[in-house]
């Protein structure tokens, strides 16, 4: 179980979003995982992300929120512009070999794509997420899912591309653009 005030920390003194807080509520009285490879935690250090840059402008505005899969691989926020909400923020992910992307234009689209159940896989050039149809599903996955529905009214996406497509579309090249000033791998 994690309490608000440790998973605070991933946001250096930001408010977490509401939507994060609803999650760490879920997260904290399921009995299992609810989506493969998921795991909320804290990464106030931000061991990843330093992997990347130290440059205290990425670090502050990219805040770490959860592990992705099992190799350490991680999801956060991007907040754009000092004054964005973090809740309005896309989420992205940065792969333990390598690789950052934008998966979700924000924490509710996001919740769609972890409703698929299906570790990403993250490369250079892409991130996908797949789960053979003999994998069992999630034991908490139902939950989740209902969950998903009470708190926003949404369904499980229909496809992973269904979601990180139109992220991308809207901002893609923005990140790249933005990040390349501090990575240039």
């Known amino acids: 179980m994690m309490y608000k005030n440790e998973f605070a920390k991933n946001f250096?003194?930001?408010?977490?979003?509401?939507?994060?807080?609803?999650?760490?509520?879920?997260?904290?009285?399921?009995?299992?995982?609810?989506?493969?490879?998921?795991?909320?935690?804290?990464?106030?250090?931000q061991w990843m992300l330093n992997s990347y840059s130290e440059d205290e402008r990425f670090l502050k505005a990219v805040f770490e929120f959860a592990q992705a899969d099992g190799t350490g691989s991680t999801y956060a926020i991007w907040q754009k512009s000092?004054?964005?909400?973090?809740?309005?923020?896309?989420?992205?992910?940065?792969?333990?070999?390598?690789?950052?992307?934008?998966?979700?234009?924000?924490l509710p689209e996001f919740f769609r794509l972890l409703a698929l159940d299906a570790e990403p896989m993250v490369d250079w050039e892409r991130v996908s997420y797949y789960k053979d149809e003999s994998d069992p599903p999630s034991t908490q996955a139902p939950?989740?899912?209902?969950?998903?529905?009470?708190?926003?009214?949404?369904?499980?996406?229909?496809?992973?591309?269904?979601?990180?497509?139109?992220?991308?579309?809207?901002?893609?090249?923005?990140?790249?653009?933005?990040?390349?000033?501090?990575?240039?791998?």
């Open 82 to 106: 000092s004054n964005e909400d973090l809740s309005h923020s896309p989420v992205l992910i940065f792969g333990s070999e390598g690789g950052f992307h934008v998966v979700a234009d924000n």
């Open 143 to 185: 939950a989740f899912r209902a969950w998903l529905l009470k708190h926003f009214n949404l369904q499980p996406a229909g496809s992973a591309e269904e979601i990180i497509q139109p992220a991308q579309e809207k901002h893609g090249d923005a990140f790249k653009n933005w990040i390349a000033q501090f990575y240039n791998g």
């Open 12 to 45: 250096h003194g930001h408010p977490v979003p509401q939507e994060l807080l609803l999650l760490l509520e879920f997260d904290n009285h399921a009995e299992d995982y609810y989506a493969e490879g998921f795991e909320l935690a804290l990464l106030d250090e």
